[in-house]
């Protein structure tokens, strides 16, 4: 194998930025989002950009506790290293480093030179891949809410701003509250130059609707695949630039149970061959009713998946605390305008960026299966002519029914009986990641915590 121009020249573009780098971390996402990898040094980096390396293909299929699983990759087989390639583009400095240090993203692929099957970037290639045969392509971003929590406390404890002259926490959520920014602005500086640095295309930031929670917008891009980089690599570098101001970053769905959870909302339009937008009617007017076909399919096909789908959306045990009623999180197959109780909403937009809001993933979502998902969903919505139902009304007060699962094991069992996504996502892969989340439910539930204790010691 020769030299890989495209990889060696972002080498060397890194290289004249910082001539001293010594180290180059490769990171890979597993099936839960969480960035595995190793280090590699200065002489081996040539090497690694135009050469196929060796990994572990177990890493992708591990627990969140970074364990093995029954009946995942590397229980009981060995443990098998697969050939791995670095993703072009993805060669970055790692600006909070002590000492100059780069990254670059890399993914796996089977002996044949396929794709690996577990590799999440795969995943959401496969379910693209029906929309592209259409000749549409995905435009959309991605908005990631968490919390900013104190490093040094006995439990979590939120950063909370203060009452000026008192020094006491700001009671009440503040949402919105310009003041709860001034109070980060070091932070977000830091951040914002960070993701400059790495090519992450960090836009809005808003103080959401607790203490100590806020969000950041990313900038819309043409491509999923790159717009799920680009929230993995925010949500990382929010974390190293939270432990350089003393502080840590949580993105649990439902950290605090008297607070808002937090979510991972997706923003997505299509655009046909001649650059159009898919969904709209042409008319430079707000995304009013009555809506094109093509949006009321979509959309119907997003609330036919929504519950087989939930376990992605909602990976992890702590992911089911967010979903409950009047806490601006989704419980119910519905949509509407300009209206944040339901799962799929539509903002107010015009004719060129009319679009969807897809709410009902937790930050603690892996945003490429998120995507593939939802990508799954709108074809399936298109292809099948879906009716979504009544739409919400902007204004209406809704009385909610608990239709998407809010219960683990309840939602892993509707993902394991799906007849739609094996289709998209691939049936091998579908198989393992049900296998995987019952796994991690087993355990999770398995582990005596101190509320039993709490609940039944004495009692019984």
Known sequence: MGKNKQLRGELSRLLRQQPDTATMELLVPDIGGILRGKRIRRSSFEKTCDEEFWFCGGTLLMSSLGRVLPGMVGDGDGDPDVPCRLVPGSIAPVPWAARPTAQALFRMFERNGQAYFADPRAVLERSLAPLRKMGLRIIM????????????ADRPTQRASRV????????GPQVYHPDDLWEIEQFLDDLYDYCDAQGIP???????????QFEINLAHVDDPVQ???HALLLKRTIKATALRHGLVACFMAKPFAEDSGSGLHIHMSLVDK??????SHGRDSLAVPPFSARLRHAVGGLLTTMAESTAIYAPNANSYRRLSPDCF?????????????????IPQSDAKNLRFEHRVAGADANPYLVTAAIAAGVHHGLKNKCDPGRMIEEGE???????????????IDQFSGSKILPD??????????????????????????PIDFDWYLRAV
């Open 274 to 279: 001649h650059g159009k937008n898919y969904f």
């Open 202 to 212: 960090a836009d809005t930031a808003t103080s959401e609707f607790a203490p100590g």
């Open 397 to 411: 007060q809704v009385r909610l029914k608990t239709r998407i699962p809010d219960r683990w094991d309840q939602a």
């Open 141 to 152: 971003a991605t908005e990631l809410e968490f919390y900013l929590l104190h490093a040094k």
């Open 227 to 229: 717009a799920c980089d």
């Open 424 to 449: 998209y996502l691939g049936s091998k892969y579908c198989e393992y990641y049900a296998l995987n989340r019952q796994g991690e439910s087993r355990e999770f539930h398995n582990t005596i915590s």
């Open 329 to 345: 999180a989704p419980v119910d197959l519905n949509w509407g305008v300009n209206h944040r109780v339901v799962a799929v909403r």
């Open 164 to 171: 000026p002259g008192i020094g006491r926490p700001q009671p």
